[in-house]
C-alpha cells in the first residue's frame, strides 16, 4: 500500500512539474515574434534611463524572438509614465521602470497618482542604491555637521515634483532642520550640470548616480543612508528626534527597492513568468553583470513577489510618519 501511495504521489508530482514547465513554455513562446513597449518614466540620459535600456537589451537576448522597444515618458515626477504603465493592457507587452519616490506619494495620498503599486505586476528590481548629501568643493562644506551650522542656506537641486530627489530633500530640511533652500526642474543629469555652474551648491541623491562626479573630484558625500559602506558617514547616526529618525528609516527602505521593473495589475501568469526568468537570466547575464560595472550601475537583483514584499513593506508606516510626510510636502 505504502509503495502505491508512493508511486501514486510521484507521478503527481511529475505531472505538476510538467504542467508549470509546460506553462513557462508557454509564455515564452507568446513573446515570439512579438514587439514589447518598455517605458521609462523620465527624460533620456541619466541612471534611470541608461539602466532601463541596458535591461531591454538583455531580456531581449534571453526572450528569444521578442522586440524590446524603449519608449521615454518623463513629467511629473515619473507619475505620467507610471500612470500609462499601470492602465495599460494587461497583455504583458507594456511594462516598464519609474521613481521609486512614487511610494512617498502614494503613502501621502498624491491626488495624481492613478495606481495602486501594491497590485502591479512585479518584474524584478536590479539594485540596492543607498542615498547620498553631495556637496560641491566650491561650496565649501566638508562635513554634514558643517552643513547643519550654516547660517545662510544652500542651494540643492531635485527633480520635478513627486520625484524621490524633490520629497527626501523636503523632508530632511524640514525633519532635520537643514539649511537648504529646494530647486526643483532638474531631471537626468541636470542636478550635476547645474552643481558644475555654480547654480546649486548640493543634492541628495542615489550613490550610484553620483559616484563618479566625486570620483572626479567635483563634489563629496556627507552623509549616507542605507549600505554597507563605511566611507561615508551614516546619516542615523548624526540625528536626534523620534520623527527625524522614523523619517530616515523611511528612505533607507527605498535603498534597497532600485531600479525597479513593473507592469499592470493581472498579466496572465505564464507570461508574468516568462518574464520574470528572461530578468533574472539577463540580471545575472555575465555580459549584463560587467557592462553595468562599466557603467557604474550597481547590480544587486531581486525577481517577483520578492520585490512586490518590499515595496508593501516601505507602503506601511506609522500615522506619524506619514503625517510628517504629508507635512513636509506641503511645504515643499
Not at 508512493?6 to 514547465?21: D, I, K, P, Q
Not at 500609462?84 to 511610494?103: H, Q, V
Not at 505586476?121 to 565649501?140: F, H, N
Not at 547616526?237 to 530616515?248: F, K, L, N, P, W
Request: net charge negative.
Amino acid at each position: 500500500m505504502n509503495v502505491l501511495i508512493a508511486a501514486v504521489a510521484l507521478s503527481t508530482t511529475f505531472l505538476a512539474a510538467g504542467t508549470g514547465m509546460a506553462h513557462a513554455q508557454e509564455g515564452k513562446a507568446f513573446f515570439d515574434g512579438k514587439s514589447i513597449t518598455y517605458i521609462v518614466a523620465t527624460s533620456p540620459g541619466g541612471v534611470y534611463d541608461t539602466n532601463g535600456r541596458l535591461v531591454t537589451q538583455y531580456m531581449q537576448k534571453h526572450l528569444p524572438g521578442s522586440t524590446f522597444v524603449v519608449q521615454n515618458m518623463p513629467g511629473a515626477g515619473h507619475l505620467i509614465g507610471t500612470n500609462y504603465i499601470y492602465a495599460s493592457e494587461p497583455d504583458g507587452l507594456t511594462f516598464g521602470t519609474f521613481n521609486t519616490g512614487l511610494i512617498y506619494g502614494q503613502l501621502s495620498g498624491d491626488q495624481n497618482i492613478k495606481f495602486d503599486l501594491t497590485k502591479m505586476s512585479w518584474i524584478g528590481k536590479v539594485a540596492s542604491d543607498p542615498r547620498v548629501i553631495i556637496v560641491t568643493k566650491e561650496s565649501g562644506i566638508e562635513s554634514f555637521e558643517q552643513l547643519q551650522a550654516l547660517q545662510q542656506p544652500v542651494k540643492f537641486a531635485t527633480a520635478g515634483k513627486g520625484s524621490a530627489s524633490m520629497i527626501e530633500a523636503t523632508m530632511f530640511v524640514k525633519a532635520l532642520k537643514l539649511p537648504i533652500q529646494v530647486v526643483s526642474g532638474y531631471n537626468g543629469n541636470e542636478d550635476q550640470l547645474a552643481m558644475m555652474r555654480g547654480e546649486v551648491q548640493g543634492v541628495i541623491g542615489s550613490r550610484s548616480e553620483f559616484q563618479q562626479f566625486v570620483d572626479e573630484g567635483k563634489g563629496r558625500m556627507i552623509a549616507q543612508v542605507g549600505g554597507n559602506s563605511t566611507d561615508v558617514p551614516q546619516l542615523s547616526s548624526m540625528i536626534d528626534g523620534d520623527t527625524a529618525r522614523q523619517i530616515v528609516e523611511l528612505i533607507e527602505s527605498q535603498s534597497g527597492i532600485s531600479r525597479l521593473t513593473a507592469g499592470p495589475p493581472g498579466i496572465p501568469e505564464d507570461r508574468l513568468n516568462a518574464l520574470r526568468d528572461a530578468y533574472v537570466a539577463a540580471t545575472s547575464d555575465p555580459e549584463f553583470v560587467e557592462k553595468a560595472r562599466t557603467l557604474g550601475l550597481p547590480v544587486d537583483p531581486l525577481v517577483g513577489n520578492d520585490v512586490g514584499a518590499l515595496v508593501e513593506k516601505a507602503l506601511d508606516q506609522k500615522p506619524d510618519v506619514i503625517d510628517a510626510l504629508k507635512e513636509a510636502l506641503s511645504e515643499g
